[in-house]
C-alpha cells in the first residue's frame, strides 16, 4: 500500500546489509576497533543506500506524483517510445546517497510492462533512456490518461526489481520497485500535462508533485 508501514531498511537490502554487519563484526572481534572502522563506514554506506523512509502522499487526485528521489535532469516533449505520442518527459536521476525505492506517479491499471535488457551508460546521459537496461510501465488512469515510467538502470546499478504486472491496479505514491546502486526514472505524460518542475530541482519521491494532469 501507498502509505503502508514497512521497515526503515528496504526489504531489498536485508541481506547487503546482513553481510557487511557481520563482515564488520568479525574483524571487530577478532582485529579491534580500528581494523574494523573501515568496515563499519561500509555498514553506514549500504545502510543509508537501502533506507526507505515512510512517504505522506499528496491528496491531488491529478497531481503526477514524483517516482524517485533525485534531481530532475530532463523536462522536454519528445517521442514516448513506448506508446509512439508525443509526449511530456520528466526525468530524474538517483545517485548512491538517494533513497533508491520507486512509487507509482498516479493511480490506475497497470495495461502493459516492457522489459529491455541492455548497457550499464551512466544514467545521467541522454542514450541511457534508449540504449540501458530499463523495466517500463504503462498505466492508465480512470480518466484514460496514460503514463508510462521507465525505470532505467545506470553505471553501478545491475538490478531492476518491479512487483507490478499488467492487469492489476496501482495507487498513486504506491511503492512498486526498486534500483540498486544509481540509476534513472523517466515519466512520460501526456502532451497537454502541466509541469511542476524545472531542471535541477531537487525531489522526492511519493512526496513531490512533478506534473498535473489537465482535464
Given at each position: ?69 533525485g ?83 545506470g ?20 511503492r ?34 512533478i ?5
Open positions: 500500500m501507498a502509505n503502508g508501514k514497512h521497515p526503515l531498511i528496504a526489504r531489498e537490502g536485508w541481506v547487503h546489509v546482513g553481510i557487511v554487519v557481520a563482515a564488520a563484526a568479525t574483524v571487530h572481534y577478532y582485529l579491534g576497533y580500528y581494523w574494523a572502522i573501515p568496515f563499519w563506514l561500509i555498514v553506514v554506506f549500504v545502510g543509508q543506500f537501502f533506507r526507505d523512509p515512510h512517504r505522506k502522499i499528496p491528496a491531488e487526485p491529478l497531481g503526477i506524483i514524483c517516482p524517485a528521489d534531481k530532475v535532469i530532463k523536462v522536454d516533449t519528445v517521442e514516448d517510445p513506448y506508446l509512439k505520442r508525443t509526449a511530456q518527459r520528466v526525468s530524474i536521476f538517483m545517485n548512491v546517497f538517494n533513497v533508491h525505492a520507486n512509487r507509482s506517479p498516479t493511480e490506475g491499471k497497470i495495461r502493459e510492462r516492457w522489459y529491455h535488457p541492455g548497457k550499464y551508460f551512466n544514467a545521467s546521459f541522454d542514450k541511457a533512456s534508449s540504449e540501458n537496461e530499463r523495466n517500463a510501465l504503462w498505466i492508465q488512469t480512470d480518466e484514460k490518461d496514460d503514463v508510462v515510467v521507465v525505470q532505467v538502470a553505471l553501478l546499478a545491475r538490478r531492476i526489481l518491479c512487483y507490478v504486472q499488467p492487469g492489476e491496479r496501482i495507487g498513486q505514491g504506491e512498486y520497485g526498486f534500483i540498486r546502486f544509481g540509476s534513472r526514472v523517466d515519466v512520460y505524460l501526456p502532451e497537454n500535462s502541466k509541469i511542476k518542475v524545472s531542471l535541477g530541482d531537487k525531489v522526492k519521491s511519493g512526496t513531490d508533485i506534473a498535473m494532469l489537465i482535464h
